[in-house]
């Protein structure tokens, strides 16, 4: 399975947003009780889009880990990351946020600029610059963010799979 995810599949392919997220669940949900992170779906309709499934696990799990790695950086807080899937005309969505507190608005437009990073020598600074071309150029999608209640809310729109 392991193997599999990070294979690049260049064969597109009909799934649900859902089906991501349970795979990322299948292969890393350890890593995240480790780090008493909690991934909770709020909503979840049976939403399918046509794409490149192992890169959109790749950016799930990027998302995952950065919300992770802020929620783990600011000590003892309630760590959760909360899932919304839903369609939206032709498009799927699925939104995932983080109790992390949010982005700094002095770097909110920064994060997708490749070798920006909040994490010192530990980042590259290319995970979130790979997601958003991942969703907008390879699956022509949409990958932004904003801050939420409790942290960073980032929404992937993707295109719909007809029926």
Do not use: W
Request: proline share 3%; with cysteine.
């Amino acid at each position: 399975d392991f193997r599999r995810f990070f294979d690049p599949d260049r064969k597109k392919g009909r799934f649900t947003l859902l089906a991501g997220v349970d795979e990322i669940m299948k292969l890393f949900a350890r890593h995240y009780q480790h780090d008493n992170v909690s991934i909770r779906i709020l909503d979840s309709d049976e939403v399918f889009v046509e794409g490149y499934f192992n890169e959109y696990c790749q950016v799930l799990l990027n998302l995952f880990n950065n919300a992770r790695d802020v929620m783990v950086g600011r000590g003892p807080i309630e760590r959760e990351i909360t899932i919304e899937i839903y369609s939206e005309e032709q498009m799927g969505v699925i939104i995932i946020e983080d109790s992390g507190g949010g982005i700094a608005e002095d770097v909110m437009n920064k994060i997708f600029t490749p070798y920006f990073t909040t994490k010192g020598t530990k980042g590259t600074g290319i995970g979130l610059y790979m997601s958003k071309g991942i969703i907008e150029e390879s699956m022509r999608g949409l990958l932004s963010v904003e801050n939420g209640n409790r942290g960073a809310r980032f929404t992937i729109k993707l295109p719909r799979s007809p029926v």
